[in-house]
């Protein structure tokens, strides 16, 4: 026999509601289309559902059962088709990132936080590597997608900018550069730097501007994680540059 869908559900809320002109206003039918819609169910089961009274609707007891085992299998036929609209939608799962130390430490936190809140059923994954970790990590199909600085040459990867940030010089207070609100890279001649070491994104970047501008680096230390070039500012060491990213956060941001 063929019973449709909405035979179903409109004769469980019928049950629900004990009344044929209330079943219809929720489900937006007249009470004649639900009245027959019940009938067409009685006459493919073979057997009498309803009791019509004037005043209400009485299930039977083959009613009861049926509308019992109906709603449970609707409900989860709801759940069902739900959850594989998800699944279509690419609206559950688990979603693989890799990011630079930079990127991880000062933008991810706050995007995986917003996309938890927009995404409840999506599981996000941060892997925190170095630059040149992380893109091997994206040709080797291990992380869904990565974030870096800048991948330099990747013709094998597809590429897409989504933040432009500037760099910053990073000196002691005392320093003669402390009260310029601006600093050309030319100032850089001869001054002692401390860079990051050729893991992180930015050091390419910094290299390219000072060779085009044939700025003789002076370079004291290379660090590999960023937040050692505070500490070694502040001991009177030398000055760096760094992407505006790499900032702590003020003091009771947390």
Not at 101 to 113: D, E, G
Not at 145 to 170: K, R, T
Not at 225 to 235: D, K, N, Q
Request: some cysteine; hydrophobic content about 45%.
């Amino acid at each position: 026999m063929n019973y449709s869908l909405r035979q179903l559900k409109v004769f469980v809320t019928v049950a629900r509601a004990r009344s044929f002109s209330r079943a219809g206003e929720m489900i937006g039918l007249s009470q004649s289309a639900v009245s027959h819609s019940v009938k067409e169910l009685e006459h493919q089961t073979g057997v009498r559902l309803l009791d019509r009274t004037t005043r209400e609707v009485v299930l039977t007891e083959a009613g009861q059962q049926l509308a019992g085992r109906l709603e449970r299998l609707l409900d989860e036929l709801t759940i069902t088709l739900r959850d594989a609209g998800r699944v279509g939608q690419q609206l559950s799962g688990t979603v693989k990132v890799a990011a630079s130390q930079t990127i991880s430490a000062h933008l991810i936190p706050q995007c995986i936080a917003h996309s938890n809140r927009r995404y409840p059923d999506i599981d996000f994954v941060l892997h925190d590597r170095p630059q040149q970790w992380v893109l091997e990590s994206i040709r080797q199909g291990e992380v869904d997608f990565g974030i870096v600085i800048d991948p330099g040459p990747a013709a094998d990867l597809q590429c897409e900018v989504v933040l432009a940030e500037p760099f910053l010089l990073l000196c002691r207070e005392d320093h003669p550069f402390a009260s310029l609100t601006e600093v050309p890279w030319q100032a850089l001649q001869d001054e002692r730097l401390i860079l990051q070491d050729y893991a992180s994104g930015s050091r390419p970047l910094i290299d390219a501007a000072l060779s085009r501008l044939a700025i003789r680096a002076n370079i004291v230390q290379e660090i590999g994680h960023p937040a050692t070039l505070f500490p070694m500012v502040e001991s009177g060491i030398g000055i760096s540059v760094l992407p505006a990213l790499a900032l702590p956060l003020p003091q009771g941001a947390i």
